[in-house]
């Protein structure tokens, strides 16, 4: 994949004779001046995502790396689809509280049964904060990843505590997914 980023150093080479220190310093943007294929030009490895990977892992990717796009690939490396900047905000800009209402409503009912709820849920800005006392702290991993596959949600917090009898200490904090 050629990108913008991949194509400006050979606009800036082109009429310009850099000195023998700026040469030594930028030695891949000379070369990527000087190609003439495609396969010469594109940064290589080329970052990309599996099909299955989740928005967050795809935007986190984009940013850590600082690119616009990025190719989804399926299990066999074959390009199925890109990613871009764009596209993603739409899953993201879901209003906080139509996150935790989906939380609470297909999340927190199935697995923490109750009136009221053992478990709350709160949204800020698409992270969502889970906390509450739970009898069986075998699921306390499941609840995070539950909540993390509702659309919208940026990362989650896991506050969740076993029983008061079971309290030794600090409250038992979920592992962050």
Known sequence: MVSEADLLPKEEFRDSDPSRFEQLRRLDDLAKAGALTAGQLMTTPALSVRADATLAQAARAMATKHIKRLPVIDAEGMLVGVVSRSDLPKVFLRPDEDIAQEIRGEVLVRLFPGDPSPV?????????????????????????????AVEGVVDVECELTGPASMRFGPPVVGPQF
């Open 120 to 148: 709350l849920a709160r949204v800020k800005e698409g992270v969502v904060t889970l906390t509450g006392r739970i009898h069986d702290t075998s699921l306390v991993p499941v609840a995070p990843r539950l909540a993390r």
